[in-house]
């Protein structure tokens, strides 16, 4: 079945810094890649999402890049904000509305003010 | 905004017991989904249901969970008798026909 990594565990980064967080994913056939944010005390909740159709997705201070070839995606958070701080998830699906999806085991983001 | 509700937030029970988590999805969405996640694990899926039926489940979905939508409202999931190991984060989500999942909040079950 399909396998999700995810890299860092944790990440510490200063207000007004980019982060990146990056997945691998090992099935060929998934096609769905949601981001999810999951803070304290509360369910995962979508911040982004890629299809297998398109390489970049940018919604504000977020993107998510996508290379088909070598199986891995990448969250982008530019001028990261204190709110920013939470727990990440990346995930793979087969299918496009995310029907079983596969998470990664999470990154932990501090945003320093 | 509408959300995916769940209760209890917190349930502690003895190995052995029977544990009902429920769940009221989101109310025009079709397709309704169990997940878990262990302390400090990955969240895993178990169980998607559409259509009053179980349309997929994962291997930790065993004989001793059971899902139902009793009502037009409320989707449930049953541990039969719980193991220790069966302490984690369940969570509940939700869709409609394409668009994005909803999780709930999560209830957080404990077995001693």
């Known amino acids: 079945g399909e396998n999700v990594e995810q890299h860092p565990s944790t990440l510490s980064v200063q207000e007004g810094d980019s982060a990146v967080i990056k997945c691998t994913y090992s099935d060929s056939a998934s096609n769905y890649f949601p981001w999810y944010k999951q803070e304290l005390g509360k369910g995962p909740q979508l911040i982004i999402d890629?299809?297998?159709?398109?390489g970049e997705k940018k919604d504000q201070r977020i993107a998510v890049t996508l290379n088909k070839t070598a199986k891995h995606f990448s969250l982008h958070i530019t001028e990261t904000q204190p709110e920013d701080s939470a727990v990440y998830f990346c995930?793979?699906?087969?299918?496009?509305?995310?029907?079983?999806?596969?998470f990664g085991g999470g990154t932990r983001l501090m945003v320093k003010p | 905004e509408p959300e995916v509700t769940q209760t209890p937030s917190h349930q502690v029970t003895q190995m052995g017991q029977e544990v009902i988590l429920r769940c009221v999805p989101i109310s025009n969405h079709l397709y309704f989904y169990w997940y878990r996640q262990i302390l400090g694990q990955k969240v895993e899926f178990l169980v998607s249901?559409?259509?009053?039926?179980?349309?997929?489940k994962s291997e930790i979905f065993d004989d001793q969970f059971s899902v139902e939508r009793p009502d037009g409202s409320n989707f449930t999931l049953k541990i039969r008798s719980t193991k220790l190991e069966d302490s984690a984060m369940y969570f509940c989500a939700s869709r409609p026909n394409t668009g994005e999942l909803f999780f709930g909040e999560g209830s957080r079950l404990t077995v001693l």
């Open positions: 890629i299809r297998s159709n398109v």
């Open positions: 995930a793979a699906s087969k299918r496009n509305a995310g029907n079983m999806l596969t």
């Open positions: 249901f559409y259509n009053n039926e179980i349309s997929e």
